[in-house]
């Protein structure tokens, strides 16, 4: 089975210009995280989703940031506007069970670069 | 909450030398937890899981940790380093399988840098 698919892997913008990041968890799995890494900060949660429904968005910055997962198959993290301070590889990563010992399966990532 | 401290960001060691990374863990509930390793430009993989069967827990690529709830702590071993091991690794901690099934967060600590030297 194909693994976590990420989209863009690159993305280089703008301030000011809107960002999607998108993802394509593995088939099955039910349960869907989005996490930022930085040299800063490590790696922080954002989001995560359960069966399509946002089960926890603490984590995400500011408004500037939302995610949407319309489908079991495919969710977007959108930036708008983007800032210098975004810059960042975003991960997706996905789970088949909620409640199951909390194994994620990553996808490589995309890297931001905010100009 | 739940918490992970990894101790050293960046652990350097001779190839053939053994691996050691630290890894302590704050849980209000008995946890599951994770080592997983991240070559360059990749996402993260997992390299062994701990979920409250043995305590000694036996991964990927001739890695091993144990889990030893006295000392809350969660270290990373290898025998022998291989050049090929470079690379940044993430100790973290789950609270849900513990919680009903509700919901759970993986937590995870801020990476150590195992760079191999010949």
């Known amino acids: 089975d194909a693994g976590v698919i990420q989209s863009p892997r690159h993305e280089v913008t703008e301030m000011g210009q809107e960002v999607t990041l998108r993802c394509k968890p593995i088939?099955?799995?039910?349960?869907l995280f989005w996490y930022r890494q930085t040299m800063m900060r490590g790696l922080e949660l954002l989001i995560y989703f359960n069966n399509n429904v946002p089960i926890d968005d603490s984590g995400m910055p500011e408004d500037r940031f939302s995610a949407k997962m319309p489908n079991a198959s495919f969710s977007t993290l959108k930036i708008q506007p983007s800032e210098p301070r975004d810059s960042a590889v975003y991960f997706c990563a996905s789970s088949w069970r909620l409640g199951n010992t909390g194994e994620l399966f990553f996808g490589e990532g995309s890297r931001l670069t905010v100009l | 909450a739940q918490s992970v401290t990894q101790l050293g960001s960046h652990v350097s060691v001779s190839e053939g030398a053994l691996v050691l990374l630290r890894c302590n863990y704050s849980s209000s509930v008995p946890p599951y937890l994770f080592w997983y390793v991240q070559y360059p430009n990749q996402g993260l993989q997992l390299l062994l899981k701990?979920?409250?069967?043995?305590?000694l827990v036996k991964g990927i690529n001739g890695f091993e940790a144990e889990f030893k709830k006295s000392e809350t702590s969660f270290h990373l071993t290898k025998p022998s380093a291989h050049m090929s091991d470079a690379a940044e690794y993430f100790c973290a901690v789950s609270e849900g399988g513990w919680s009903g099934g509700s919901n759970y967060k993986l937590t995870f600590g801020k990476g150590t840098l195992l760079t191999v030297n010949p």
């Open positions: 701990y979920t409250s069967a043995a305590t």
């Open positions: 088939s099955g799995h039910n349960s």
